[in-house]
């Protein structure tokens, strides 16, 4: 009769229990039948006795076709079934779902579609077993985020969700709670975790840029391109698609030599035309944690769509890191993203024809990956210019092309 070893999902003891037959296990304290298996002892003659029940004879391995007590293969059979417990156990734990603690407390601007995101977070960890989910909801206090973020607290959890989060939250030592997400954990930010935090520039250094306003409103559809096609991250979607949804732009700590940009806004193809790269879907490691952040999730149909619940899936799966993609910062594809960006509101603002200079810049940049990013520095002088001043240091990059 087998002996495992469970989890229980709902009031999270683990246990042991002999299991007879098709008997369906219970946990044995809340009566729960909602049970992760997480080991296997199998009774029997290898690993309690021979299998008439005796005691293992000394020396022996307790088969009742050795018949030699001194045969020595006793103790080689109890250590090669230690060893491939040890490695089930290992493989066991590690496929388990991960915990995480899901924030949506606001304390600014409250979104709506939290009230879509919350029970949709919870149903894709339950149903692609990857994760369970405990929620810190408003209202939430100091004392609330005071327990909620005690390093005691935080060593139940595998990785954080912000999930539209916005203002200045409560967290009670910061620099510790990101030393946490450093020493190994995972955090995902969906939409407004962006917009959460200003004060904290090393808030902003981790999830990678803040919320500097969001020309792109939920109303309308706007234009991406996704930068690595075959990226597990963001495959499920088309290299190039529309999507409804509100898109931010980022202020100037946003930093791109620690990003790898999946998703960006297609300026080219979009309304209004602004002169700098808008980034919406990154990775990046930080210390020996991992961060995941899109900004799609505005509206309460992004949360419904199929595609978007993959993407978070796949995102919070890399971030847990029980799979495996490129996360190296790609500063010289963005760089030409945001080359490509000016060239459209440059011929937008001239009467240039945007479709030849576009053509010349991919040409350019297919040639010299620096190219653009030789041309930084006079992009994002744009960020702060009039319309006036704007129309002459469009002429002086689009000099540069000749």
Not at 69 to 86: P, Q
Not at 297 to 306: C, K, M, P, R
């Amino acid at each position: 009769m087998p002996l495992y070893e469970y989890a229980c999902e709902t009031c999270r003891k683990e246990f042991e229990l002999l299991v007879r037959g098709d008997e369906k296990p219970v946990c044995p304290d809340c009566k729960s039948k909602k049970l992760t298996r997480l080991l296997s002892v199998v009774s029997g003659h290898v690993a309690g006795g021979s299998s008439e029940g005796g005691e293992m004879p000394e020396g022996g391995c307790g088969m009742p076709q050795c018949g030699m007590g001194g045969c020595g293969m006793g103790g080689m059979m109890a250590w090669f079934l230690a060893a491939v417990l040890s490695l089930a156990g290992t493989a066991m734990a590690a496929d388990a779902p991960a915990r995480l603690l899901v924030v949506t407390v606001t304390n600014g601007f409250r979104h709506s579609s939290i009230e879509t995101a919350e029970p949709i977070i919870e149903q894709i960890g339950r149903e692609s077993g990857l994760f369970h989910v405990d929620y810190l909801r408003q209202p939430a206090g100091e004392d609330v985020f005071a327990k909620a973020f005690a390093p005691e607290s935080l060593a139940e959890f595998d990785g954080v969700i912000f999930a539209s989060t916005t203002g200045e939250l409560p967290i009670p030592d910061l620099d510790g709670f990101l030393a946490w997400v450093k020493s190994g954990k995972a955090f995902i930010g969906m939409h407004a975790a962006s917009d959460t935090l200003k004060s904290s520039d090393a808030y902003v250094e981790m999830i990678g840029g803040h919320f500097a306003g969001h020309p792109w409103n939920a109303g309308g559809e706007h234009a991406f391109v996704v930068h690595e096609p075959s990226h597990r991250l963001s495959s499920m979607v088309p290299e190039r698609f529309r999507w409804k949804d509100e898109i931010y732009q980022y202020d100037l700590r946003y930093n791109p030599e620690n990003l790898r940009v999946l998703v960006s806004l297609d300026m080219t193809a979009s309304t209004p035309k602004e002169p700098w790269h808008v980034p919406v879907s990154w990775v990046r490691t930080y210390g020996e944690g991992r961060v995941f952040y899109t900004n799609f999730g505005h509206n309460s149909e992004t949360w419904q769509e199929a595609a978007y619940q993959q993407h978070l899936i796949e995102g919070i799966r890399w971030a847990l890191g029980r799979s495996e993609a490129p996360s190296e910062p790609n500063p010289e594809v963005q760089a030409a993203e945001y080359l490509r960006s000016v060239i459209a509101a440059a011929a937008e603002a001239t009467g240039g024809n945007a479709d030849d200079l576009l053509a010349k810049v991919d040409a350019i940049t297919a040639k010299d990956r620096s190219f653009a990013v030789s041309l930084r520095p006079k992009m994002l002088e744009l960020r702060g210019m009039d319309a006036a001043a704007r129309e002459e240091a469009y002429k002086a990059i689009l000099a540069e092309l000749e």
